[in-house]
């Protein structure tokens, strides 16, 4: 082999290992940032201002209109379901963008999610005709229609059943 060929070689042998410590790099990123965003989640949900709120919107009645809604939670109690709203809404966002994984969504917060929906739909509805605006929880809407799919095909099983097999590796 001539001098040329030998650099011709070593050159592809660089460019190869280059590419592939490059594509390494970026699926590490991917992980790294996927792992960043689910922290984040978790962070979210452990804000005392979240639970608080989480827990006022839980424990309204079941087909309580808009005003109901109002008259039990007050100001105060209504920042706080903005504030769980606003959550629901930017982990739909992360959702459909791909940042987090429906599974990790569904393992978290699947029953928040769709109780939430369930009982802030009128008052949701009633939000949207005040300011018309069809755009108000449009993404938690999207992300609890798609919860609610995905439990029309796989009904949730609590993971003290799913998982009650488990051994750690």
């Avoid at 011709?8 to 992980?31: E, H, K, M, S």
């Avoid at 938690?140 to 009650?164: D, G, K, N």
């Amino acid at each position: 082999m001539d001098v040329s060929t030998i650099a011709n070689l070593i050159n592809a042998f660089a460019v190869t290992a280059g590419v592939i410590f490059a594509a390494t790099q970026i699926r590490d990123y991917r992980r790294q940032r996927r792992r960043d965003a689910m922290l984040n989640l978790v962070r979210s949900f452990q804000s005392p201002t979240f639970a608080r709120g989480l827990r006022r919107l839980i424990e309204l009645p079941n087909n309580a209109s808009a005003e109901k809604i109002r008259e039990i939670l007050g100001p105060e109690g209504e920042d706080m379901i903005v504030h769980v709203n606003a959550t629901w809404e930017t982990i739909g966002v992360l959702l459909f963008h791909g940042e987090l994984t429906i599974d990790i969504i569904d393992d978290f917060f699947s029953g928040p999610i769709l109780i939430s929906w369930r009982k802030l739909l009128p008052y949701t509805t009633d939000l949207r005709q005040r300011y018309q605006r069809d755009t108000w929880s449009e993404w938690f809407q999207w992300l609890a229609e798609r919860m609610m799919e995905r439990e029309s095909r796989t009904p949730a099983v609590p993971a003290y059943i799913a998982h009650r097999d488990w051994k750690k590796l």
